[in-house]
């Protein structure tokens, strides 16, 4: 592994403690202005402080985020499909070119195993680490699910080998029944997806189980910023990821951040 792809990696990973808290706000590249990102602006300033990782579309990155910002960025790098077609009909939007210039310290793309488009989705992952090698990029595969396909521990860890086979430096997947199983089989670090919203508490035990189950930590989007009180939330993930708190602690934290002065995002 070159200097660079290490060093990469350790903006993404935190060395202090091995964990990450990735911020995802890459849901309008197939969602369009979804609820907490329709002023993608606004959100990304109130959060990013908190976050160890931004994951967002290039082209939010140049419109909505500081040019002087700290926080290291996950480029998303795949898409060509929305929420109205086959999803996993997906293309490389980005060249590794551009990812260079806007200063990303990896690319994310998604696989779709078991999906219509399975092979494409996976030569593309292919094509994006060879690329990655020649610049030391790390590469992020996310493992979608096709419509088919449960999210249980057989699939999800198919998906997550199948990921590291072919090259990929982190893996991004969900929780499941079973997951120690899914973390022992795949040689790259894991971090795990919040998916679609659900309660706060819900969310924080989902994020503890995955950190005690093996993960490296969590790429959270819609569980934070769709809160009523997203700042309290992240700073409540943190706790767990970073600061090894149980769920207890973590809510108790989050309902004393709650009386902070925030508004919830459109």
């Known amino acids: 592994m070159s ?61 909505c985020v500081d040019s002087k910002i700290e926080t290291p960025i996950v480029l998303r790098v795949s898409g060509g499909t929305s929420i109205l077609t086959e999803l996993s009909n997906e ?66 860890g198919l998906a997550c080998r199948i990921a590291a086979e072919l090259g990929a430096n982190i893996v991004k997947t969900y929780y499941c029944k079973d997951f120690s199983q899914v973390v022992e089989s795949c040689p790259v670090p894991i971090v795990v997806a919040g998916g679609t919203k659900i309660a706060e508490k819900e969310a924080l035990e989902l994020t503890y189980n995955a950190i005690s189950e093996g993960a490296v930590g969590v790429d959270m989007g819609r569980n934070i910023f769709q809160s009523d009180y997203p700042v309290a939330m992240i700073k409540a993930v943190r706790s767990i990821v970073h600061e090894g708190f149980t769920v207890k602690e973590a809510l108790d934290l989050f309902e004393k951040c709650k009386k902070e002065k925030q508004k919830k995002f459109d």
């Open 91 to 156: 293309g490389i939007t980005c060249a590794m070119d551009d990812a260079i210039r806007l200063n990303a310290v990896g690319v994310a793309l998604s696989i779709f195993v078991g999906a219509q488009y399975e092979r494409q989705t996976l030569l593309n992952l292919a094509k994006l680490v060879d690329e990655g090698e020649q610049f030391g990029m790390p590469v992020l595969a996310v493992t979608a699910v096709g419509k088919d396909m449960a999210r249980d521990a057989r699939y999800l």
């Open 3 to 63: 200097w660079g792809l290490k060093n990469r990696i350790s903006k993404i990973i935190k060395p202090k403690t091995g964990k990450t808290v990735m911020l995802a706000v890459d849901h309008g590249y197939f969602l369009g202005p979804t609820t907490g990102l329709k002023n993608a602006k606004e959100t990304i300033s109130s959060l990013v402080p908190y976050a160890d990782t931004l994951m967002l579309s290039r082209g939010i990155l140049r419109t």
